[in-house]
């Protein structure tokens, strides 16, 4: 696992296909392997990978969907990442009873360590999805505390905010980003803005895992990076529209230091909880809402 305080990161980009449940998970598991090769601790993958994003219908979500404990692709990545000494952390179809949610798994060298369900629905998942029910949890790892948003999760600066008050030294986003509208040539994607700008705000690692290909008219954007604690990639924009493995080496220990940005200003201390009531909801709110 980590050398001394270091963690390699790998982000493993590359193009599921709606319903090639098989082919989708065989693609992660040779992704995998290539970034254990190489010296990688932590893995991420898009979101939805093991099943495609575009539904057709419920129907088609339910017959694609597994439950966390028993899943097939679960299973295989458990297997991957004990034979690999891996953490990973992937997007899959999760099943609960009758419901279904757009998760991720965060699955270490000695099995699953929890699953994080997507709060933020985007577009038409909310006509198969549930919203999440299990909050922001951070788990505990061997190289620091880990946190989960799944793209759009990404919009919401509340999100961040709640992962780095609980300690979160690490934010893995497995994404299926889309184009933005009126995004200008020249500029970052958006969503790497919003990467960048929530890795510097609340001092914490960003890794952000998206997908590329076209699937039922739908393009995707492509370009997961890693961040650092500055807000600054180490690795990336990776390409808009080709498979492809970003890797970076950091210290989570000095996002946890350099939280005191000078000698008067350190970004949890310096909050002003005292004037923000409305925001939260415990106030009365404008009528402009």
């Known amino acids: 696992m980590t050398k001394g305080s270091t963690l390699q990161i790998s982000c493993a980009q590359f193009e599921p296909r709606i319903g090639e449940l098989e082919r989708n998970v065989a693609t992660s598991l040779s992704l995998i392997a290539s970034a254990a090769d190489a010296g ?103 190289f620091g505390r880990l946190g989960v948003l799944i793209c759009y999760d990404g919009w919401f600066p509340e999100a961040w905010r709640l992962l780095a008050l609980q300690g979160a030294d690490l934010v893995c986003v497995p994404t299926n980003w889309v184009p933005m509208e009126k995004q200008p040539d020249g500029l970052p994607a958006m969503a790497n803005v919003l990467c960048m700008g929530a890795a510097h705000s609340n001092s914490m690692v960003v890794a952000a895992c998206d997908r590329v290909g076209m699937e039922r008219g739908q393009p995707f954007i492509g370009q997961s990076l890693i961040v650092d604690h500055n807000g600054w990639p180490i690795a990336g924009p990776a390409s808009h529209c080709e498979t492809e493995m970003i890797t970076a080496v950091c210290d989570l220990s000095q996002a946890r230091r350099q939280r005191n940005w000078n000698s008067f200003n350190q970004v949890m201390r310096d909050r002003r909880t005292d004037l923000y009531g409305e925001m939260l909801g415990t106030t009365a709110r404008p009528n402009w809402y």
């Open 40 to 142: 990688s601790d932590l893995i991420v993958l898009p979101e939805l990978c093991n099943s495609g994003y575009v539904l057709a219908s419920r129907q088609e979500a339910f017959e694609l969907s597994e439950d966390a404990a028993t899943g097939p692709s679960i299973a295989a990545w458990v297997k991957a990442a004990a034979e690999r000494n891996v953490y990973l952390v992937a997007g899959f179809l999760e099943r609960d009873g009758v419901r279904l949610y757009n998760s991720a798994i965060v699955v270490g060298p000695d099995g699953p360590v929890g699953t994080y369900r997507k709060n933020h629905l985007w577009d038409a998942e909310a006509l198969y999805f549930e919203r999440g029910d299990l909050g922001f949890p951070v788990f505990h790892t061997s």
